[in-house]
């Protein structure tokens, strides 16, 4: 695996990106990420028995030849996104005779799907409230997997009187992005208990840097933000959880998706499905083994996030929960509905025919 700044990206400062963007999925695969020795390990067993179906896919004989070079594109400072360390540490892409290049990106989805589409990336990782409004244009891009749930929260001052989502109305909420699947989400479930976020709500964008800072000064009474920012500010006790996206019916849905090119679908189906595997093992192992993915992220966490602090967010984070197949388009499908409510989607959206159009069955479930 190798992990390196493509030619043509501008230079980025690392602790910059990770403390400027937060946790945010923002997408676009032109950003810069420090390199890792990243040793392979003797590898700790992944328990099948909690999964299947994916026993039967692991089962499958790797792809023979040279190892595929494969460019996957992922935000190196989200720390749900740490199968894929874990995954290049324990060799389960080279398991599969898989040769990735990690490359970290910033800016926008469009940005990103483009560069799905057009292969200057094979695939990338993001959160579906973020990719399904842009799907729209018809990148041709296929989502193949579900990766995990959690890791976006709504914070508020500890005596600020906001105890509950629904006391968000009338109130100042700070976000990095008015298109932000944070503000998608947590606006869905507001309008779901009768609290119109487009009217009740009053959004203010802030640099991801300056969200807290906007709390601190009075200027907003709530934050949004994705781990692990968000769950650093909530070592301090001046702070609460007020909800996450693991509230609810969503605890049991994913939030973080695969989409891979769409001709590396059409034209080489194993490659597709072997890559879509690796990222499948590495959330199972994650979840089985928590301690030692915190490990294997702990090179692109910000210096004041302990081992412990990256632990106990990958076990918050459901990496055992990742839909394929005919579950995963339900999935896209009730995002889509949701969306509908907060008017990303038109009401006369056929969500059905949209989940099926940008969703992909590899594994034939």
Request: hydrophobic share 45%.
């Amino acid at each position: 695996m190798k992990n390196k700044t493509a030619s043509h990206a501008p230079l980025v400062n690392r602790r910059s990106l990770l403390l400027g963007a937060g946790a945010a999925a923002a997408a676009a695969p032109l950003g810069v990420l420090a390199a890792h020795a990243l040793p392979f390990r003797s590898a700790p067993a992944i328990d099948f028995s909690q999964f299947p179906l994916c026993r039967t896919a692991a089962e499958a004989p790797a792809l023979t030849g040279a190892p595929r070079k494969l460019r996957l594109s992922w935000n190196a400072g989200a720390v749900c996104l740490a199968p894929l360390p874990v995954a290049v540490e324990q060799g389960l892409f080279a398991k599969r005779n898989l040769d990735v290049e990690l490359v970290n990106y910033s800016g926008s989805t469009d940005q990103l799907l483009e560069a799905i589409a057009t292969g200057k990336s094979d695939a990338g990782l993001g959160m579906a409230l973020r990719w399904l409004k842009p799907l729209e244009q018809g990148f041709d891009v296929k989502i193949a997997a579900g990766t995990h749930g959690g890791c976006m929260r709504v914070l508020a001052r500890a005596g600020s009187g906001i105890d509950k989502l629904a006391d968000l109305k009338g109130k100042t909420v700070a976000v990095g992005d008015l298109a932000g699947p944070d503000k998608n989400f947590f606006s869905i479930q507001l309008a779901r208990q009768g609290v119109d976020p487009t009217t009740d709500v009053e959004w203010r964008v802030y640099p991801g840097n300056l969200l807290q800072l906007a709390v601190e000064k009075g200027e907003a009474q709530a934050v949004m933000a994705s781990d692990p920012i968000a769950y650093l500010w909530l070592k301090d006790p001046a702070y609460k959880e007020v909800a996450s996206n693991l509230d609810g019916d969503y605890k049991d849905k994913t939030c973080c998706i695969v989409g891979l090119r769409g001709s590396l679908v059409r034209e080489e189906p194993d490659v597709a499905r072997a890559l879509t595997q690796a990222i499948l093992d590495a959330a199972m192992f994650t979840s089985q083994h928590p301690e030692v993915a915190a490990a294997a992220f702990k090179p692109y966490a910000p210096k004041t996030a302990t081992l412990e602090d990256l632990e106990a967010m990958v076990r918050y984070h459901t990496h055992h929960h990742h839909p394929v197949g005919e579950a995963l388009k339900q999935e896209l499908k009730a995002y889509a509905d949701d969306l509908k409510l907060v008017s990303v989607f038109k009401p006369s959206t056929d969500t059905a025919r949209f989940a099926e159009k940008i969703s992909v069955n590899l594994f034939g479930v």
